[in-house]
Structures are given as C-alpha cells and as structure tokens.
C-alpha cells in the first residue's frame, strides 16, 4: 500500500509530510524499506515529542542522499596538490556533495572497486616520478592487482612546471592507467603549469558540475545521520593571505673571496601564530626590481604609466610588473609566444627544437629573449605573455625549538653577468639586496610531510645537502639537539671551497665537538686538481653506509635534482649492489622500498 493510499486513512502526518516521505523513499528497495521502518520505529522510542516530524526529516535526509560519493585522491610532494584537493573538496562540501579526501599515501588502491567518482589531484616529482606518496597507488594501478574499474567516473588535474621535460607526467600516468581499466573520464585532464589557480579553478568547477550530473543515479544510498566531518586546523596565514612579517637579518656566509654569494636570513614571526616542523618550506611573495620592471617595459616601446587592468583593478603597468607578474625567469611558453609576435628566425629554430628550447629558456632572462629582436607590443600584449608571479619556496634551515618565533633561510644569490649588466634573480635578490633590515616580506609556511625526521628519536639519519642544501638539516640537528635525540647523525656536505664556501662551519664544529653529529664528510671540489663531489664520499664510506642502512638509517638528500641528487642516488644504487651483494635490478627494488617506508626522502629543485 502506497503513502497516497495511506493518507485517505487517519493520519498524525499533514498531506506535505507524506508527499516529502513518497519523495523520500520512491528509490528505496523493499530490504531498505524494512530497514527504514525499524529506524523509524526506533526514533519513536527514544524521541517521543514530536518524533513523526523528526522521522521525516530524517529519512529526507537519508534517502535524497546521491548513490554514489566522490573520492578525492591527491599525489603531492610540495603541497600543492593536496591545496588544490582540499579547495575541491570544500566546494563539493559546500555543493553539497558527499565527497571524501584523502593522501595517494593512505588509499589502497582495491578500494577503487567500491568507488563511483574519483578525482585525482597529482603532481610529478623529480624526473616524471610520481611523488612520494602516491608509489605504491601508481605501480598498483599498472600491476596485474589492478582491477576492472569500467564502473568508476573520473577526471585528473595535474600540477607541474611546463619548464621541464616530464611536465605532468605523473597526472598523464594516472589517467591513462584508469582509462586502460575501463574507467570513463568525465573531463579532459588538465595539465596545469607554475601560474594554475585561476585555470585550476576553472577545472574544479567544471569537474564538480560533471560530477553533480551522474552522481544520483542508481539506487539511494543509506547512511547514519547525523554526518560529521572533522575538519583539519588551517592556519590564518597561507600562500593566498601572507603574513606581513619582517626582516630581522640578512648576513653573508661565503668568504670573501668565494664566488657565491650565499645568505644566513633571519625573518621575525612575531604575532603570527605560524607554526613549522623540521623539512617545511617557507613561502616568499616578493617585489620584482624596479629598474628591471622599467627596463622590460622600455624594449618593447612601452612607457611606465600606461595602465593595464590586473583581477578587475587598474593599474600603471609598471606597478603591474613589480608586483603582480614574473619578470625574471624565461619559460618556453613564453619563448614561443614571443618568436611568433617577434618573427625571430633565431626563437623560432629554437621553439622547433624542445630540448635546446628549455635549455634556453631555464638559462635565459626574459629581457635577453626580448632583445633577441627588439618588437614594438601593446601592454596587452606584453602582459599576455607573461607567467603571474608566484612566492618562492624556501627550504627552512631552522628549528622553532630553537628560535621561537623566528624562521631562518640559507639562500644563494642568483647573479650572473650578461655582456656588460648584471643579471640577478628575482626573490634571492630582493631578500639580499632590496629589503632591508626591518622592512616587510609576505611569508607563509608550505608543510613537506615527505621530508621529515623520523618519529623514533632512536633512529639513525644520513644527510646528504651540498651547497644550500644543508638548511633543513641545520633544522633537523637543531631539532634533534632540544629533544634530546640518542639516533646517530652523519652529514655529507659540498661546496666549492673549505675557506670561502664551508656554510655554517663553526656550527657544525660545535655539534661535532659536542657529539649531536657523530660523523661530517665534506667534498670541496675545487681545492684539489681532480673535482670530489658529495656522491664519490659516499662511495668512499659505501660499506659504513651499508651498515646504517641495515640498521634502519633514514637517508636524506636536499639541493640540485638535475645533477647532484641523481648521482647520489646512482651512488646508493653502487652501494647497494657491493655491500649487499644485489644486482642492479634488486638494489632499484631496495630503494624504491626505502621510498615507500619514508626512509629515503628528497627535497629537490
């Protein structure tokens, strides 16, 4: 017997109570029918005033629930990703949307047979790996384990920077592997480059509509009520609203005579609330140099004061550049616009040659790819071919143990000379050279859950940080150092010089001298006839580092990921096969497992 039949019977409910429990339960299955009326029953018992009201509301609740739930999954080795994740997965909330989020790291992959709708969020990781945390989900989904998913919806947004060859390769990866098991993509993938959040956007909105439109099809899905969903602490301060903070120290660390320029940065917090661990980075929105912004804007037969309108507001385009737009670092996305506008016979042999275009382009300022051929460009013009600045990411080289509310940087000057000017970079150079003692820099904190002590304080850690990257070790000694950590300590560390380029080596001297460190070996490559490289002392004390190994050693490595941190890891690999007698295919497995268990981790850039 149908609710409308029921009504012409004496009721307690109104006539649009029973319309809202037709409604309700028009979709439910005689199984689910039988449950809902023992939950009825049930609210009767235990809310007896005014419980038939509550009951309706209650099923309404429960049955106009959609039958699927949208899965949101991200591979992030930064952040961003997971940023861009959690906006998705706010605004499907605010959709209203049954949608869940969770890291590549804590999805289990056999899970996707239960899945309806699932969005990837991923970023590509050194040379097109995926990140850290999403191993394990990437070789599942191209293993023989992977199941048919022809039942599931997806879409999958990447974030990658088009300057390097495997750009987004790990979103590409994911959305083929799903598309070969069946699964129907609802959306065109987006590759998204350095400048995506007005694109990526875009991209969400689109998905949740695609989504919205086939996720309450099929039968209801029952579920307890009330819902309640824990939401993660966020911070005032983040990349989109900086804290003002200030500068409170910006010293020199290179010798004299180095030829580096390398800077000890101190930043105040006070006030802020912003919180950091040992491996996190620190965000820095910066000003472009004027007289660079003036220059740019001169070679294309512009003037400062013509106006250019920037997210809806007017502006003189010279402020325009200081503030709002990349100025100094080429892309090749930007090379080939120019070479079209220019007709530069030289611009366009490049841009037919990708390879020798980003090499061009990572070595190249853009007032050098504009004076490649000197063309007249409206203000329009010019603003359409350039990226919208974004802050810099600095690896944070101390301890809040240590320093309270403060936050300490090691950062290397970008400066070279071009025929008779100097060319320098755009953030190193402002926080070196254009602030001053005291002045303003918008700071936010960027967490890195992939490059973190480990939890037991027993444990024994290997770092590996040429250059600039010893700061998040500095952090991670200093940390260890308040806690009283009993796990070994040993450093690799390579410069150019002992005199000029050994950073911070009073410093480490003294954990050395007070046994925080219990090892340092150091590589200067220019202080003798043949170059030593951090990767041939490794090799050096390969059995040693066997041994750590073997005792459950974490190893770290932080600073250049075209060179350096390839060679150290061919290194380990060589380690690996002579001391633990593997060849070269069981010593990659090593690894790769080291990597999954968080042992071997890489801050690289």
């Given at each position: ?147 048919n ?30 598309a ?40 209801a ?8 969903q ?33 800077r ?7 006030g ?5 661990q ?13 007289n660079?912004?003036a ?17 809806g ?86 301890s809040?143990?240590e320093?309270?509310e ?7 000057v970008?400066?070279y ?75 690799f ?94 010593a ?8 999954k ?9």
């Open positions: 017997m149908v609710l409308k039949e029921l009504s012409a019977l004496a009721s307690p409910l109104n006539d649009q109570q029973i319309d809202q429990l037709q409604q309700a339960t028009s979709e439910l299955s005689p199984q689910q029918m039988a449950w809902i009326s023992g939950y009825f029953w049930g609210l009767s018992q235990t809310q007896p005033t005014a419980q038939t009201q509550t009951a309706s509301q209650s099923i309404a609740a429960v049955a106009t629930q959609p039958a699927g739930k949208l899965t949101i999954i991200y591979a992030s080795q930064t952040g961003n990703a997971k940023g861009l994740a959690e906006a998705l997965h706010a605004e499907a909330d605010a959709a209203g949307m049954r949608a869940e989020i969770f890291s590549a790291g804590d999805y289990k992959g056999k899970h996707l047979t239960k899945a309806t709708h699932l969005i990837i969020v991923a970023s590509t990781h050194g040379e097109g790996e995926a990140p850290d945390d999403a191993i394990e989900l990437h070789e599942f989904l191209q293993s023989k384990k992977a199941p998913l022809s039942h599931l919806k997806y879409a999958v947004i990447g974030l990658g920077d088009s300057s390097y060859e495997f750009f987004c390769q790990t979103a590409k990866d994911f959305d083929g592997y799903l070969k098991l069946g699964a129907e993509s609802i959306l065109d993938r987006l590759d998204c480059d350095v400048d995506y959040e007005a694109e990526a956007a875009q991209w969400r909105t689109s998905a949740l509509e695609k989504v919205k439109l086939t996720l309450s099809t099929g039968e899905e029952v579920v307890q009520l009330p819902v309640s824990s939401q993660a602490a966020v911070s005032a301060y983040t990349k989109q609203h900086p804290f003002e903070a200030s500068l409170l120290t910006s010293q020199k660390i290179t010798g004299r005579n180095s030829g580096k320029d390398v000890h940065i101190e930043i105040d917090l006070e802020s609330g912003l919180s950091y040992p491996g996190d980075a620190l965000g820095v929105w910066y000003d472009n140099d004027s660079l912004a220059k740019i804007i001169a070679q294309v037969g512009l003037v400062d004061d013509a106006q250019i309108e920037v997210d507001e007017s502006l003189l385009l010279l402020q325009a550049l200081i503030k709002h737009y990349e100025i100094t670092n080429a892309n090749p996305q930007f090379v080939t616009q120019y070479a079209t506008l220019s007709g530069s016979k030289k611009l366009e042999k490049l841009v037919a040659d990708k390879d020798k275009l980003r090499t061009y382009a990572g070595k190249t300022q853009i007032l050098d790819v504009l004076a490649e051929k000197k063309t007249k460009l409206t203000a329009e013009q010019l603003q359409g071919l350039l990226r919208r600045l974004t802050p810099r990411l600095y690896s944070i080289a101390s809040q143990e320093v309270g403060e936050v300490h940087l090691t950062v290397g970008v400066e000379q071009q025929g008779e000017e100097t060319r320098q970079g755009g953030a190193s150079s402002f926080l070196s050279h254009r602030l001053e003692e005291g002045g303003s820099v918008r700071v936010f904190v960027e967490e890195n859950k992939h490059f973190k002590l480990p939890e037991n304080d027993d444990t024994p850690v290997i770092m590996v940080g040429p250059g600039t990257g010893i700061a998040p070790f500095r952090a991670f000694i200093q940390e260890r150092e308040n806690r009283d950590a009993s796990g070994k300590n040993w450093l560390f390579g410069d150019r010089t002992f005199t000029e380029d050994f950073l911070y080596q009073v410093e480490w001297q003294k954990y050395l001298k007070a046994g925080v460190m219990d090892q340092i070996d150091v590589a200067f490559s220019r202080d003798q006839a043949e170059k030593v490289y951090v990767q041939h002392r490794l090799l050096e004390q390969g059995a040693k580092v066997w041994q750590w190994l073997q005792a459950g050693a974490h190893f770290y490595v932080c600073g250049d990921a075209n060179q350096m941190a390839k060679d150290v890891h061919q290194a380990l690999l060589t380690i690996i096969e002579q001391h633990g007698q593997q060849n070269r295919e069981q990659e497995d090593y690894l790769t497992e080291l990597r268990s968080k042992r071997y981790q890489k801050d690289v850039y």
